[in-house]
């Protein structure tokens, strides 16, 4: 497992179109968030440690986004032919456990994951009203004992993107396992 930190973000920069199945059965695209609320992409799969260390906390962000009118989509890019816990059945296996209040997608040509720049699991990436980035950074700030978490910079962000307001704090980036790219 390669411990990778997200680049410095090119804050400003407009959300990358997509079009992907999602675990539900939809095909979910950038179009079905152009209503004027904010966007939270987030790269995940689910082998990794660190992305099952924050499931539930992801569950729980996903549900206070929903009724607070903020969009969340996951999606998942990694090479299942070398990582088949993350192929799409497992991540089917995955959502309906978990109860996802957000679309899991499937990312199965790592298209879509290249034209965000993603490089990790889990990778955050939070576009206001117009679809502008303004957060590339960590949910929280103890990502191995949710118990003493005493941040959730993720969601302060935001909400705070939701208020129409800057983000009041400086950004740390995300950290996880690297995106498992398919070898050629």
């Known amino acids: ?25 939809k095909t979910i695209s950038l179009s079905h968030f152009k209503d004027g609320k904010p966007l939270l992409v987030l ?6 440690p660190y992305v099952k260390a924050i499931l ?25 032919s070398r990582y088949p816990d993350d192929s ?3 991540m089917r296996e995955l959502a309906s456990e ?4 957000f679309p899991y997608c499937y990312d199965e040509d790592q298209s879509v994951a290249k034209d ?17 980035l303004v957060y590339r950074g960590r949910l929280d700030d103890n990502w191995k004992e949710p118990e003493n978490v005493s941040n959730e910079e993720l969601k302060t962000a935001m909400t705070e993107v939701l208020q129409g307001k800057e983000i009041s704090f400086k950004q740390t980036p995300s950290m996880g396992c690297s995106l498992k790219w398919i070898e050629a």
């Not at 497992?1 to 804050?11: I, K, N, Q, R, Y």
């Not at 549900?63 to 299942?80: R, W």
């Not at 978990?98 to 209040?101: D, R, V």
């Open 1 to 25: 497992m390669a411990l990778v930190h997200t680049p410095a973000p090119e804050f400003g920069t407009t959300c990358p179109d997509f079009e992907l199945p999602s675990t539900d059965g």
């Open 43 to 48: 790269f995940m799969c689910n082998h990794c």
């Open 56 to 80: 539930e906390r992801l569950v729980e962000l996903g549900n206070y986004f929903k009724s607070q009118g903020i969009h969340m989509v996951a999606i998942s890019s990694n090479d299942v």
């Open 88 to 90: 799409f059945d497992k």
């Open 98 to 101: 978990m109860n996802f209040p």
């Open 116 to 132: 965000f720049g993603a490089v990790c699991t889990p990778d955050f990436f939070g576009y206001d009203s117009d679809l502008k």
